[in-house]
């Protein structure tokens, strides 16, 4: 039997500084003393960064675990992480904030250590971010693993990640962030296929396709590194190599082979001739 019940309780987690660490609100709190497992019903927590991120998570359900430093949420788990921005100066040395909502995470049982900003998730989970290059990211993937003070995502299992005209996908997808913004992603693929990206590109230079076990996307420097079986097409013109490296910006191609493998090991491409242009006038 439960041994204490609350409605409507909100409990509160302050840092050594006196600064509102987190907090959680529920309908309801039950205590169980024989497992020292206490349910909740519509929890919101709700975890202050000191970089002034906010992140607030609910779900229909949920638990804390014997401790009471790490909460396990399940049914309709959404969460939303926000960050201030100003909306307007009030004078000198004063600016008026509010939350902007950055990523939002949607899946059905997520377990959260609030203390460390660590949440983890062996189930599918819908990701989408509004900060990157103006369009929103979204992930799908069956399992994922975040840790925001380090700003490292791993998502696993049939991994989609799509960016407005960008697609890439792998058994594994691991993104980096620096001040909410995507720096990097690293696309793993497994022993049923290779990890793949492509990306329309403006203009009539059409679609970037790329393949590799291991594919290495750097944001800022707008560079693809293709390792393992790697190959890069576009236009109709197609690199073959154990290893390639292309300028997204500057569409250059740099492809090497595999030593000591003879002919195939060696950097295949095959160049399409360009069309010309019909003279032919009606009489």
């Known amino acids: 039997d439960a041994d204490y019940f ?28 024989h497992n020292d497992n206490t349910l909740l019903q519509l929890p919101v927590l709700t975890n202050f960064s000191d970089n002034g991120q906010v992140t607030t998570s609910r779900s229909e359900n949920g638990k804390l675990l014997p401790g009471g430093r790490d909460i396990e949420l399940w049914d309709n788990v959404v969460i939303i992480q926000s960050s201030p921005f100003k909306t307007q100066q009030t004078d000198v040395h004063s600016s008026e904030y509010s939350l902007k909502q950055e990523l939002r995470m949607d899946t059905d049982f997520i377990t959260i250590s609030p203390d460390l900003e660590i949440a983890n998730t062996d189930r599918p989970v819908l990701i989408t971010n509004d900060t990157d290059r103006q369009q929103p990211i979204k992930i799908n993937s069956d399992a994922a693993d975040i840790d925001n003070k380090k700003g490292v995502s791993v998502y696993r299992g049939d991994v989609v990640m799509t960016q407005g005209t960008t697609r890439i996908t792998g058994d594994i997808i691991t993104i980096y962030t620096k001040g909410r913004e995507v720096t990097k992603v690293i696309a793993q693929g497994n ?36 390792i393992k079986n790697a190959q890069l097409s576009q236009k109709g013109d197609t690199f073959k190599g154990e290893k390639i490296n292309y300028n997204l910006a500057q569409q250059t191609v740099n492809a090497k082979g595999t030593p000591n493998q003879g002919e195939s090991g060696r950097v295949q491409m095959v160049i399409q001739p360009k069309q010309k242009q019909s003279t032919d006038t009606k009489p």
């Open 6 to 33: 609350l409605v409507d309780a909100l409990v509160k987690e302050y840092d050594l500084t006196g600064a509102l660490h987190y907090q959680l609100k529920s309908d309801s709190i039950t205590h169980y003393p």
């Open 191 to 226: 022993n049923k296929g290779r990890a793949y990206y492509e990306e329309l590109q403006p203009g009539e230079q059409g679609t970037v396709q790329a393949w590799g076990y291991t594919i290495r996307y750097d944001v800022n420097s707008d560079q693809i590194e293709l």
